[in-house]
């Protein structure tokens, strides 16, 4: 594991990545029978399926895949054998025992950093092939990474504008564009690279762009977004930018805002929310494949 000292231009307790330890395989989360129910039962409409392609430059396409009809045990052996990423949303309303222990491990991890209060909890369980790889990103909310299986290497970058630029921060936020953000493989000599185990969980900074790599073997994590008072209050003040902007204006980042302006822009997004001042443009992606045992990849094809 290599660290280095990488501060965010965001405030916030978290100001670089680090390593927590937690208890959640000892409970028994994360085993194949667990998991398998988990698939059977969990409903198709919160599964993400992915498929990632990347050419030289690092630059990425994405195709998605549909639950499709395996049972929970085929299915789990599809993710297993393939390249996918598979990610069930809402834990914290399905998976209820689940959340509960995990929320009593957040609770120690977030007492290590003074003053850091979530507001908002939810989560993601994320099932991923050996070979599979998440491009560059960043999450509007801070996020506790939980490891349960195989290994995984997370690479995480700058929160400076050459990383990530509020302009295309404000466009995640508003939902004009996907998560992702411009990438360079010129990145890499800045990433503070982790191996991480199961048992251990990890932390970054707020908003801070990372990526994801598996090592070779399937990988379970579940990924715990949260906000507070202050990321709320940030976030609502890059929808508010975001709106400015597309209105022809040049609004100042929201780094050089105090805490009143901050306050004052997210308040104002409330109000440009209830308008509809920015209609969504992230539709429903075309689904060109589902889960299948023994397929390249692990897709095959939808059908007739």
């Known amino acids: 594991m290599t660290m280095t000292d990488r501060q ?13 330890p937690h208890n ?8 194949d ?13 919160l599964f993400d399926i992915n498929l990632y392609d990347y050419d030289d430059e ?14 929970g045990e085929d299915l789990l052996e599809a993710i297993k054998q393939g390249r996918l990423w598979v990610n069930l949303r809402g834990v914290d309303g399905v998976l209820p025992d689940f959340w509960a222990d995990a929320m009593a491990a957040f609770d120690k991890i977030q007492a290590t950093y003074p003053g850091m209060r979530a507001v908002t909890n939810a989560g993601q369980l994320i099932l991923s092939s050996p070979a599979a790889r998440v491009p560059y990103h960043f999450d509007a909310a801070g996020v506790v990474l939980f490891h349960l299986r195989g290994r995984k290497r997370i690479f995480v970058y700058p929160g400076d504008e050459t990383h990530l630029p509020e302009r ?6 508003a939902r004009q564009t996907t998560e992702e953000l411009p990438y360079t493989l010129a990145f890499e000599n800045d990433a503070t690279v982790i191996d991480l185990e199961p048992g251990q969980a990890l932390t970054w900074p707020l908003y801070a762009p990372h990526r994801v ?3 070779d073997r399937f990988c379970v994590s579940l990924s715990m ?5 202050s990321s709320r209050m940030r976030n609502g003040a890059l929808y508010t930018n975001a709106v400015l902007r597309s209105r022809g204006a040049r609004p100042r980042q929201t780094e050089t805002m105090g805490q009143g302006e901050l306050a004052a822009r997210w308040a104002a997004s409330l109000a440009l929310r209830r308008m509809g001042a920015l209609k969504s443009k992230l539709k ?8 299948t045992v023994g397929a390249v990849d692990g897709a095959g094809a939808l059908p007739a």
């Open 213 to 215: 790599e598996n090592l």
């Open 225 to 229: 977004d949260f906000q507070t008072w």
């Open 284 to 291: 429903d992606f075309e689904r060109d494949f589902e889960p």
């Open 24 to 31: 959640l395989i000892q409970k028994g989360w994360g085993t």
């Open 168 to 173: 295309n921060m404000e466009q995640v936020v």
């Open 58 to 71: 690092g630059q990425v396409s994405l195709r998605t895949g549909a639950r499709g009809r395996l049972s």
């Open 33 to 45: 029978e667990h998991l398998a129910e988990v698939l059977d039962r969990y409903p198709a409409d």
């Open 8 to 20: 965010t231009r965001y405030s916030g307790p978290i100001t670089q990545a680090a390593v927590h």
